[in-house]
């Protein structure tokens, strides 16, 4: 049986580059931001210097992750004033624009997950292993709770973000690993497996995206014929019933924290019933 390929009909209505605008410009922004980080190893352009952790632009812009900072805070170490001006700055940012668009125009862990997203949906894939997508809550509970029984920032050792960095730039072969077993776990065992169910960063960013301004509305939802590509492709499918279906009284906002603001529904929707706004 072949596989129905979500966006199909989006692209015949119109066309390629409207069909696939948002995601062309997340991929630019995930690369874009991952050669930054590149470029000073590699090429001695030290536009950015750091990590996702913690970097310094054109040694004068800090930006540090919060969830990094709150658990050195957590585990007892001082912040200088620059990390602690670095995380408002992110922190800031993420209300703005949507906590987990970190996820989706950001990580570079989410290039191995869409990959893996894809590839599952073209070969049409099942997937029979449940997960609960609440326990990536736990870990985070975990991870802070580490902080200060062990007075380190005990996720660094094992982020898939800093593993992937430091595999491209020292190659890495454990690295490498995690990232594997990362795309054949959301490829075999469970659909959006890492970024849906278990990331407790995903989980962290989420909170913010609670309050976020940027948002996701299903402006035109009376104009749904029910095809379900939407649903095919957002990372999150649980996000868009209550604006889609929501009926009469019901929001037409996606307002789930857990909503990447990825834009995928936006482009594959051959109705256009989704488009990018504000909450109110």
Same mark, same amino acid.
């Given at each position: 049986?072949?596989?129905?390929?979500?966006?199909?009909?989006?692209?015949?209505?119109?066309?390629?580059?409207?069909?696939?605008?948002?995601?062309?410009?997340?991929?630019?922004?995930?690369?874009?931001?991952?050669?930054?980080?590149?470029?000073?190893?590699?090429?001695?352009?030290?536009?950015?210097?750091?990590?996702?952790?913690?970097?310094?632009?054109?040694?004068?812009?800090?930006?540090?992750?919060?969830?990094?900072?709150?658990?050195?805070?957590?585990?007892?170490?001082?912040?200088?004033?620059?990390?602690?001006?670095?995380?408002?700055?992110?922190?800031?940012?993420?209300?703005?624009?949507?906590?987990?668009?970190?996820?989706?125009?950001?990580?570079?862990?989410?290039?191995?997950?869409?990959?893996?997203?894809?590839?599952?949906?073209?070969?049409? /894939?099942?997937?029979?292993?449940?997960?609960?997508?609440?326990?990536?809550?736990?870990?985070?509970?975990?991870?802070?709770?580490?902080?200060?029984?062990?007075?380190?920032?005990?996720?660094?050792?094992?982020?898939?973000?800093?593993?992937?960095?430091?595999?491209?730039?020292?190659?890495?072969?454990?690295?490498?690993?995690?990232?594997?077993?990362?795309?054949?776990?959301? /490829?075999?065992?469970?659909?959006?497996?890492?970024?849906?169910?278990?990331?407790?960063?995903?989980?962290?960013?989420?909170?913010?995206?609670?309050?976020?301004?940027?948002?996701?509305?299903?402006?035109?939802?009376?104009?749904?014929?029910?095809?379900?590509?939407?649903?095919?492709?957002?990372?999150?499918?649980?996000?868009?019933?209550?604006?889609?279906?929501?009926?009469?009284?019901?929001?037409?906002?996606?307002?789930?924290?857990?909503?990447?603001?990825?834009?995928?529904?936006?482009?594959?929707?051959?109705?256009?019933?989704?488009?990018?706004?504000?909450?109110?």
């Amino acid at each position: 049986m072949t596989a129905r390929i979500p966006g199909r009909e989006a692209i015949r209505k119109k066309g390629m580059v409207q069909a696939a605008k948002w995601l062309a410009l997340r991929r630019l922004s995930q690369l874009a931001i991952l050669q930054l980080f590149l470029l000073g190893p590699f090429a001695g352009v030290w536009i950015v210097r750091g990590s996702f952790s913690a970097s310094m632009t054109l040694d004068f812009l800090p930006l540090t992750d919060p969830l990094t900072a709150l658990q050195s805070l957590l585990a007892g170490h001082a912040l200088g004033a620059t990390a602690l001006i670095g995380a408002l700055i992110v922190a800031v940012f993420y209300l703005l624009v949507g906590g987990r668009a970190y996820c989706s125009w950001a990580c570079p862990v989410n290039l191995v997950t869409d990959a893996a997203a894809w590839l599952g949906r073209r070969l049409d /894939l099942k997937k029979s292993i449940g997960f609960n997508n609440t326990i990536r809550y736990w870990l985070l509970g975990f991870i802070l709770l580490l902080a200060p029984l062990t007075g380190a920032v005990v996720w660094e050792w094992v982020n898939p973000v800093t593993i992937l960095q430091r595999g491209l730039l020292f190659g890495i072969g454990l690295g490498w690993a995690v990232v594997a077993a990362i795309f054949l776990f959301d /490829l075999l065992v469970v659909r959006r497996g890492w970024c849906g169910h278990l990331c407790p960063v995903g989980a962290f960013y989420s909170l913010p995206g609670f309050l976020s301004l940027l948002r996701v509305r299903a402006a035109r939802r009376d104009q749904c014929t029910d095809c379900m590509d939407c649903y095919s492709v957002c990372p999150e499918p649980q996000v868009i019933r209550p604006a889609l279906n929501g009926g009469d009284k019901g929001s037409p906002v996606i307002l789930s924290g857990n909503c990447t603001n990825c834009g995928r529904c936006i482009d594959v929707c051959p109705q256009d019933v989704f488009q990018f706004s504000q909450r109110f």
